[in-house]
């Protein structure tokens, strides 16, 4: 008869790297110093963000795009959670849809800031806990967090409603996770960094590279520090699972209702557009790179190889692997306009993820410079202030760009950009959007009134606060929406048109209704930008058609 060996916890713990129930090294926790970080950077960036973006008119359309998609979700006809849509992350949407509860917040601009705002604070709560942990004083502390928040490209994203903190502000939290882990090996760090990517991975698609170099990160690491492979192997699952999971649930929802698992990358905003990308060779790229590291991301040029020479020369195998990241996300902008995953090649914000991994780096090189730990953080806040006005400059003149230029301009002169243009020929400003708002707040009550193509009028509807008066592609799926295109009359009873260029497919239907020479579809307001035109019950688009045709020479 075979004996049993019991092995007690304590003997199967004894080869283990990571600490398992026991209470690790660590500095005392301090919510209300985290607190008091989160409520002035959300309400400083949402106060200086209102001035912008209401005052000034320096704001995004894709910022107006997802709070009309958050307004669809609670007050639409029916309400439908399906506005979210593929377009963008689904969580680059959803996170902010709290903000579209009351509608008014959302008419008067003032949510655009906070959707920014918020995850821009808890940006800053990350940092000022990572640099708690490598006892950096608190002075120094609160230097470097207000060097770093003044910066003018970080300032752009952080108070105009952007999406790209809703994405970075988890990675970082994710790094400063990884970051606690190294310091006190406890594993719990590395499931709650998992979980943070996770919910980066659906916030935006580019925190995946970093999330695959963290996963195998954390396994090197292990390694060197002589886990056996079962711990490594659990460690590593732990930390990749929350991740691959909600990934392939988003797979399996793109195949479900689109018919295409991987039409969350092919059909999302970032993804290139058919031969719409400029041709970048290989000394092209290098130089962009080069510029957008220099200009945007000055730190990341000096931290950078001293990561690496601590990693190397050292044995630091943290700041080496801090490198890696650091370097990864240099040449991914360029990576991704050689292999043409992108439509926006080389943009200024890429260099937004630079210069923060190039902030947690110096951190850490703070703490690895043990007695020199305050020589370090002194430095990196006399970097960051002398980079504010240099950056500030290139934003003006940088090539590849959104609303730096108009950003730039605006807090420099203190001057409204409506109807100025940026770099690459956008108009800036929403004076048009506001004007014809208000006169359909005014004079349109009826639910499902307005057809139009919310995919190009989302402005509009945002500011009436009212998508239940329209009937858009979201309320019975485009096939009803076209049906009800071909033949308006009797099922509503205006038309909103976009009269730009840019793909709304009633202007393609009626292009002389959007030129305002349609006898049958007479306007009732018009603005630079958008016709309300008045579908009459005997509407015959057989007739408009006829007549676009003879006008273009089509029926001789």
């Not at 980079?387 to 500030?392: A, D, F, M, Q, V």
């Not at 006169?439 to 009826?446: A, G």
Request: hydrophobic share 50%.
């Amino acid at each position: 008869m075979s004996t049993v060996n019991v092995v007690h916890t304590k003997e199967r713990l004894s080869g283990i790297v990571q600490l398992v129930g026991r209470r690790p090294n660590d500095v005392p926790k301090r919510r209300w110093e985290s607190a008091l970080v989160f409520a002035f950077f959300a309400v400083a960036y949402s106060w200086f963000g209102y001035w912008v973006v209401v005052d000034l008119h320096v704001v995004g359309f894709e910022t107006l795009d997802r709070l009309n998609r958050a307004l669809m979700v609670w007050h639409n006809d029916p309400a439908k959670l399906s506005a979210i849509g593929f377009d963008y992350p689904p969580l680059a949407t959803l996170l902010i849809t709290p903000l579209a509860i009351f509608r008014s917040f959302v008419t008067s601009m003032a949510a655009v800031p906070v959707a920014s705002a918020i995850f821009a604070a808890i940006t800053m709560v990350a940092f000022n806990t990572m640099m708690r942990r490598a006892l950096v004083a608190g002075p120094l502390r609160y230097a470097l967090l207000l060097a770093l928040g003044c910066n003018p490209l970080l300032l752009l994203y952080a108070t105009t409603g952007t999406r790209h903190f809703v994405w970075i502000a988890f990675v970082i939290t994710a790094l400063g996770s990884l970051f606690a882990w190294y310091i006190t090996a406890d594993v719990r760090w590395v499931l709650l960094a998992g979980i943070s990517y996770s919910v980066a991975a659906l916030a935006g698609y580019s925190s995946l590279t970093l999330f695959v170099l963290s996963a195998i990160m954390v396994g090197a690491i292990l390694a060197r520090l002589g886990a056996d492979g079962v711990e490594v192997e659990g460690t590593v699952v732990g930390f990749t699972a929350p991740t691959v999971y909600v990934v392939a649930l988003w797979t399996v929802f793109n195949f479900i209702l689109l018919w295409n698992p991987f039409a969350w990358i092919t059909n999302s905003s970032d993804a290139a557009a058919s031969g719409g990308l400029e041709m970048f060779s290989a000394v092209d790229l290098m130089k962009a790179t080069g510029e957008l590291v220099l200009y945007g991301a000055p730190l990341a040029i000096v931290v950078l190889p001293m990561l690496i020479f601590s990693g190397l020369a050292r044995g630091n195998p943290f700041a080496l692997w801090l490198g890696v990241m650091l370097g990864a996300s240099i040449l991914t902008p360029a990576l991704a306009v050689a292999f043409r995953l992108t439509d926006s090649p080389m943009l200024m914000r890429n260099a937004l993820p630079m210069l923060l991994i190039a902030v947690v780096g110096a951190i850490w090189l703070a703490r690895s410079a043990e007695e020199g730990s305050t020589l370090v953080a002194g430095l990196t806040v006399v970097a960051l202030v002398i980079s504010i006005p240099w950056t500030l400059h290139a934003m003006k003149t940088y090539r590849y760009q959104n609303l730096e230029a108009p950003f730039a301009v605006a807090i420099t002169t203190g001057e409204s950009q409506e109807g100025a243009e940026t770099l690459n020929g956008d108009t800036v400003g929403i004076v048009s959007e506001q004007a014809m708002a208000e006169y359909i707040r005014n004079n349109v009550t009826s639910n499902n009134s307005i057809l139009t193509d919310n995919a190009q009028t989302y402005a509009v509807m945002m500011l009436t606060g009212h998508p239940e008066w329209f009937f858009d592609r979201v309320d019975k799926s485009d096939g009803p929406w076209k049906e009800v295109a071909r033949d308006p009359a009797g099922k509503v009873d205006y038309m909103l048109i976009d009269t730009q260029d840019n793909g709304d497919l009633l202007t393609q239907l009626y292009p002389d209704a959007a030129a305002g020479n349609d006898p049958q579809l007479q306007a009732v307001y018009s603005t630079p930008r958008y016709v309300l035109v008045n579908v009459p019950a005997g509407f015959s688009p057989d007739q408009t058609q006829d007549q676009s045709s003879s006008q273009t020479g089509g029926g001789s």
